[in-house]
Nanobody, 124 residues
């Protein structure tokens, strides 16, 4: 079993930055592919960014490319999402997810473990 705990959400003005972190425990972190998803009010959960187990290959949703950066520290069992130039439409609950298979899934259904979520609110 893997436990995931997100932190770093909050309220920020449009154009600002936030850094989300996710701490993992319960399994060797380097065996997990990690992803960030978000759910805005009235919308389905959507993929934001993902990172491979150790190679560090990264993937991003088109809506966040060039603004968000995902990274991982296998020594600290953490994955981070740096969010820059935030927009009002980035407002959502952000979830950290982990998956023990190969590759980096882009769909929520492929992930086995989820954090509780952290709220990100971007004001205009």
């Amino acid at each position: 079993q893997v436990q995931l705990v997100e932190s770093g959400g909050g309220l920020v003005q449009a154009g600002g930055s936030l850094r989300l972190s996710c701490a993992a425990s319960g399994r060797t972190f380097s065996t997990l592919a990690m992803g960030w998803f978000r759910r805005a009010p009235g919308k389905e959960r959507e993929f934001v960014a993902g990172i491979g187990r150790s190679v560090g290959n990264t993937y991003y949703a088109e809506s966040v490319k060039g603004r968000f950066a995902i990274s991982r520290d296998n020594a600290k069992n953490t994955v981070t999402l740096q969010m820059n130039n935030l927009k009002v439409e980035d407002t959502a609950v952000y979830y950290c997810a982990a998956e023990a298979g190969p590759g980096v899934p882009l769909t929520a259904s492929a992930y086995d473990y989820w954090g509780q979520g952290t709220q990100v609110t971007v004001s205009s």
